[in-house]
């Protein structure tokens, strides 16, 4: 089991149901400070779930973990939008 680079607790197997709504989010274009303000927590504690995921991908670019868990099925793709 990998462990987190900062705080060294060792990481789940599975993104948090929280991580995974900062996924999705982040799929849908939002920025660190607008995931915070919707979930109600603070720009840093999204990067820090950004850290964990990036580590538990095995990846360093936000591009790269949106790959990662869209082959994970996590659903942090944004669903295509319909045409008129």
Do not use: N
Not at 19 to 46: C, F, N, W, Y
Not at 64 to 74: E, I, P, S, T, V
């Amino acid at each position: 089991m990998s462990r987190c680079p900062t705080c060294g607790q060792p990481l789940p197997a599975q993104p948090s149901p929280r991580q995974r709504d900062v996924l999705r989010l982040l799929a849908e274009g939002l920025s660190t400070r607008e995931i915070g303000a919707r979930l109600s927590i603070s720009p840093k504690t999204v990067e820090t779930h950004f850290a964990h995921l990036r580590r538990r991908a095995g990846v360093t670019s936000t591009r790269a973990l949106l790959a990662w868990a869209f082959r994970q099925g996590q659903g942090a793709m944004p669903a295509k939008e319909e045409e008129p």
